[in-house]
């Protein structure tokens, strides 16, 4: 048995079944192109008989590409059949992928025939598409729930009149990883030509489990797997291309596909532009969080040895390094970490202080971006330097109440406290600190702004202060935009003392 696994995409026809996911010619054509880059092996271009759109698609995608057999999809129907191998006529190698329902549900209820009348309908739909092509592969539609004994019988047919490929689907996502894997390993077991076909896996993904069926089916004899990018697809999604090559890649199996997986990100990245459908971020391999780390313990571990939390090198599928991302559960290490790579030293005492400041701000953000820590850094650097420190602030205001601040500050050493009245918060608080400083000074010029939007920014003030005939500048940075304002009048008075 060969140790290659074919990867089948059919993100632009089952993928592009899923409501919202539809896409126009020349979007198609962009894919195709981006799936052939990736190394993909069959690209299912679409169902050229459902209408003028699909037949088209497949039409120009069998010329746009040269590498991947184009595939179009039929019904067990003669018109079907010819319809697709118009469709295909000039591709450099066309399959055609025909086939019919072998579940008790789909024969009784939905065909209204028995199983003799399914086993001669495929044959005759199979050896009509070999008529056209050479390629032909079979799908025993709702295999999944097929008894096994009766699916032999149809793979065991359909490969005699000529199946190169023979699918074996799990259309409704029913079956468990083990289920499913038994059934692929009756068919090798039991189905005497089997060695002159190909078994493929298509697993739905309606209990989460398509990833982990598609592996078992490889493990136990299947040699084509069925995809589409980011497992896109009707109801729940197919089984997700990034994670059956990845997990492939990870064990130690002893078969491979030829996926050029540093392209997978960007691939991932165009179907969700294209489809409008993106991937949540927990998403594996190709979700915003599968890189990233903000536990203080996995940071930890993660920087002293990435294997410690990561089986997959993120430059193995296009992502160029693992995140640390800081919030509330980071630990010293990682901002450590991250300060440096600002270019930036934290020691000891000046660490913790920081580190204590860093917790602070964290538990108002979600997350702490680079500016952030700036500032954190800049505050830090400059606390020891200032003449006077912030100690406390409070502020009282509301409908139909005069605002009222109060304010202590940290004059080299000595604390002192004041309340001032104002037209807002931060006139209020300004009158305080006037109070506290003694010297007669003119605010000249006030600036507020924000490093990113929402309202967990950290916002950033300027001041331009006059004393004596000379100006001073200020700087604050804070959640809080009083508080802020409140540290950037603050630092210019300080520069007045020095």
């Given amino acids: ?25 020349v979007e198609k054509i962009e894919v195709a192109k981006a799936l052939e880059e990736l190394g993909v092996d069959i690209i299912e271009a679409g169902f050229p008989i459902s209408s003028p759109e699909d037949f088209k698609s497949v039409e120009e995608i069998s010329k746009a590409v040269s590498r991947p057999i184009i595939c179009g999809l039929t019904r067990a129907v003669k018109k079907d059949i010819e319809v697709a191998a118009d469709a295909l006529k000039f591709a450099k190698r066309a399959r055609i992928h025909t086939g019919i329902g072998t579940s008790f549900y789909h024969i009784n209820y939905k065909l209204k ?18 008529s056209f092509v050479e390629d032909v592969e079979f799908y025993c539609e709702d295999a999944g729930r097929t008894e096994n004994e009766y699916l032999a ?39 005497s030509n089997v060695d002159r076909a190909i078994l493929s896996t298509h697993c739905h993904n309606d209990l989460g489990m398509a990833t982990a069926n598609s592996i078992s089916g490889v493990l136990n004899g299947a040699r084509q797997v069925e995809v589409t990018m980011n497992g896109v697809g009707e109801r729940a999604g197919n089984t997700a ?36 459908s993106p991937v949540q971020a927990n998403k594996a391999i190709v979700g915003k969080n599968a890189f990233s780390h903000s536990s203080g313990i996995h940071q930890d571990g993660v920087l002293k040895m990435r294997e410690n939390y990561e089986i997959i090198d993120p430059k193995d599928v296009g992502v160029e390094e693992s995140s640390i991302v800081l919030t509330a559960r980071s630990g010293r290490a990682a901002l450590k970490h991250r300060v440096t790579l600002l270019g ?70 000595e604390v002192k406290t004041e309340t001032g009245l104002g037209d807002g918060p931060v006139d209020a608080a300004f009158s305080a600190v006037k109070k506290i400083f003694l010297k007669p000074i003119t605010l000249n010029d006030f600036l507020i702004q924000g490093f990113d939007g ?22 604050g940075a804070d959640t809080d935009i009083v508080t802020a304002s409140v540290e950037s009048l603050v630092d210019a008075l300080s520069k007045i003392l020095e």
């Fill in 241 to 276: 291309l990034e994670e059956v090559v990845m997990a492939i890649k990870s064990h130690k199996l002893g078969i491979h596909t030829d996926i050029v997986s540093p392209k997978i990100l960007n691939t991932s990245r165009l179907i969700q532009r294209l489809m409008k």
């Fill in 113 to 130: 025939s028995n199983q003799d009348e399914i086993i001669l309908r495929a044959i005759d739909a199979v050896k009509y598409a070999k």
């Fill in 344 to 413: 930036y030293e934290l020691k000891g005492e000046e660490l913790d202080k920081t580190y204590e400041e860093f917790l602070k701000l964290a538990d108002k953000k979600k997350e702490i971006n680079d500016e952030d820590l700036l500032v954190l850094v800049g505050k830090e650097i400059r606390r020891g330097d200032k003449a006077i420190q912030l100690e406390a602030l409070q502020v009282i205001c509301g409908k139909s109440m005069i605002p009222t601040a109060t304010v202590s500050l940290n004059i080299k050493g």
């Fill in 153 to 191: 019988r149809v793979v065991e047919a359909v490969i005699k009149a000529g199946a190169t490929v023979v699918n074996i689907p799990d259309t409704t996502g029913y079956c468990l990883p083990h289920e499913y894997g038994a059934k692929i390993k009756y068919l090798i077991d039991n189905v």
């Fill in 1 to 25: 048995m060969s140790n290659k696994v074919f990867i089948f995409d059919t993100t632009l026809r089952d993928g592009e079944q899923a409501p919202g996911n539809q896409l126009n010619m």
């Fill in 454 to 475: 929402g309202s967990e920014a950290f916002g950033k003030v300027n001041v331009t202060v006059e004393c004596e005939n000379k100006t001073y500048y200020g700087f």
